[in-house]
């Protein structure tokens, strides 16, 4: 059990004998194990024998919203020097601890992380691979395999792929794509876009489907 004593923190077994020294700042919990504080303000991991498994060295470890199969798989989001980057359980670095941010779990998100570096977003996967590099104003949610993103103050839309849907030359871009179809409905997946004041209709793939379109 995590216990205080004073400013300190520590663990106890059901007997009430100490299995951690109350020597810690914090101990809080994640899907997979205890994090500990140390005196320094440096977190880390022990495993199940008492050895430590993630070294004292990070500012925060917090679990990935992924964490929910085989404990030997789970990975952890990390702070380090104000740099955010995730490890697995061994240590090893698995998205390079070099972002700004990355999310968390994100309703209805993508199987990837929103990532934030130098005031440039992007997403990079579980596994650490660059889908979109960091190098939009904004990324939007991904829509049936399209980003919306600004870029030098414009919108343009790219694929999961990174590949240039529709140029970053409108002033508006937005994605009509719907998330369920009922029986005797069926409405048309398209890209609304605005540029030079008038709107127009793209579909998925980047072609035009109808031009000057009223929004009254």
């Not at 949610?141 to 999961?160: D, L, Q, T």
């Not at 005797?184 to 489907?209: C, F, M, P, R, T």
Request: proline share 4%.
């Amino acid at each position: 059990y995590i216990a205080r004593k004073g400013e300190w923190y520590g663990c106890i077994s059901n007997g009430n004998e100490i299995v951690k020294p109350f020597e810690y700042k914090k101990i809080y919990r994640l899907n997979s194990g205890l994090v500990y504080v140390n005196a320094n303000g440096k977190s880390g991991m022990y495993d199940k024998k008492g050895e430590i498994k993630i070294p004292f060295e990070y500012d925060a470890i917090y679990d990935t919203y992924y964490n929910k199969s085989k404990p030997e798989n789970s990975k952890y989001i990390v702070v380090k020097d104000g740099k955010v980057g995730t490890i697995d359980i061994h240590n090893n670095v698995v998205i390079p601890i070099i972002y700004d941010g990355l999310s968390g779990w994100v309703e209805y998100g993508p199987e990837a992380h929103f990532a934030k570096k130098d005031g440039k977003y992007g997403f990079v996967s579980h596994e650490g691979k660059i889908i979109i590099p960091a190098e939009y104003d904004y990324v939007g949610m991904p829509e049936a395999g399209v980003v919306i993103a600004r870029k030098n103050g414009k919108y343009g839309a790219i694929s999961w792929e990174n590949k240039v849907i529709m140029p970053f030359i409108y002033d508006k871009l937005i994605d009509d794509i719907p998330y369920f179809y009922f029986e005797e409905e069926h409405q048309e997946a398209k890209l609304v876009a605005l540029q030079n004041n008038i709107w127009s209709y793209y579909d998925l793939q980047g072609k035009l489907i109808r031009k000057n379109v009223s929004t009254s």
